[in-house]
């Protein structure tokens, strides 16, 4: 399974803008915008560290209401780690942590990223992604 590499391939999250693009910006202070067919963006996390192929974390920048939150203070974290385990297999370990910090509500998160349409959905679209290029 490929690695992190410089973060082009690193499109594992849910796309709010009416649109297929999630465009990642691979370097701390760069975000993960979403991009419509029509040309509009909407920026929904910052990138607050990167260190290819290891590690990346960025902001989850959505609330519970699942809108865009703009106060930072009410926003999560989502660490994403590459192991490589051997020349052809790399390890992907995923924790979206602090979720608390998004105040009343916070549980819609949790149930929102823990379920089917979640994190488990666009972890194996990162490795079918991955097999392909491969």
Do not use: N, Q
Request: charged content about 25%; glycine content about 12%.
């Amino acid at each position: 399974m490929g690695r992190a590499g410089d973060g082009t391939r690193l499109a594992i999250v849910a796309c709010l803008a009416d649109g297929p693009l999630a465009v990642f910006e691979p370097r701390a202070g760069g975000g993960i915008v979403d991009r419509a067919a029509d040309g509009s963006e909407c920026r929904w996390a910052r990138i607050l560290a990167f260190d290819p192929p290891d590690l990346v974390v960025f902001s989850w920048d959505i609330s519970p209401r699942w809108t865009i939150e703009t106060d930072p203070a009410l926003t999560s974290e989502v660490e994403v780690r590459f192991y490589a385990e051997s020349p052809a297999r790399t390890r992907v370990e995923l924790e979206h942590r602090h979720i608390g910090r998004h105040g009343p509500g916070w549980e819609a998160i949790t149930g929102g990223v823990d379920g089917p349409e979640g994190w488990p959905l666009y972890l194996d679209r990162y490795a079918a992604l991955v097999k392909e290029s491969s």
